[in-house]
T-cell receptor, first 113, second 113 residues
């Protein structure tokens, strides 16, 4: 069964600290993996996309990694800011089949002063 | 482009009433998705369309739910009759290609009393 598991479920960190969010998937055939950021009361917004051949991709203070062999991805946030408080959702796309996208349940990050 | 537009943003209704949620996708996008989000289950795919044709509606909870896409610029999700367990945030999203980046609307928060 195609699944995406995220950990931790929630996380609280101090402003300025770094953190890493995890995403494990059992999706096949794999097409790509995206991390979305969802602010409270808003719709999710794409942060980054990882394809099969990519190991690392950065978007400002956000760095995503992908290990296609172990089927794991991580999102590292550097020097966190209060505005990073949000839910981060891992979404994996399939290359075939009727349902092209599999969503994780997200990690709720709270950055406190 | 204004992005994906959903209405209403908030809806409070009584059990048994009909609810209609509306969505205008981004012009040029050929996929449209309806999702439901709750704290317990995260984002769940209800149905998606490709070029206005429903492709997969296996996520629609039961016959009380129906969705239409009469043209490329408009879609509706209808619940009749509504029940308290339908209370959730309903998101519409569109993309160019099924595995492309999803652009979400701001969501419609439904409360059924």
């Amino acid at each position: 069964k195609n699944q995406v598991e995220q950990s931790p479920q929630s996380l609280i960190i101090l402003e300025g600290k770094n953190c890493t969010l995890q995403c494990n998937y059992t999706v096949s055939p794999f097409s790509n993996l995206r991390w979305y950021k969802q602010d409270t009361g808003r719709g999710p917004v794409s942060l980054t996309i990882m394809t099969f051949s990519e190991n690392t991709k950065s978007n400002g203070r956000y760095t995503a990694t992908l290990d296609a062999d172990t089927k794991q991805s991580s999102l590292h946030i550097t020097a966190s800011q209060l505005s990073d408080s949000a839910s981060y959702i891992c979404v994996v796309s399939l290359n075939s089949g009727n349902t092209p996208l599999v969503f994780g349940k997200g990690t709720r990050l709270s950055v406190i002063a | 482009d204004a992005g994906v537009i959903q209405s209403p943003r908030h809806e409070v209704t009584e059990m048994g009433q009909e609810v209609t949620l509306r969505c205008k996708p981004i012009s040029g996008h050929d996929y449209l998705f309806w999702y439901r989000q709750t704290m317990m289950r995260g984002l769940e795919l209800l149905i998606y369309f490709n070029n206005n044709v429903p492709i997969d509606d296996s996520g629609m909870p039961e016959d009380r739910f129906s969705a239409k896409m009469p043209n490329a610029s408009f879609s509706t999700l209808k619940i009749q009759p509504s029940e308290p367990r339908d209370s959730a945030v309903y998101f519409c999203a569109s993309s160019f290609r099924g595995t492309g980046e999803l652009f979400f609307g701001e969501g419609s928060r439904l409360t059924v009393l």
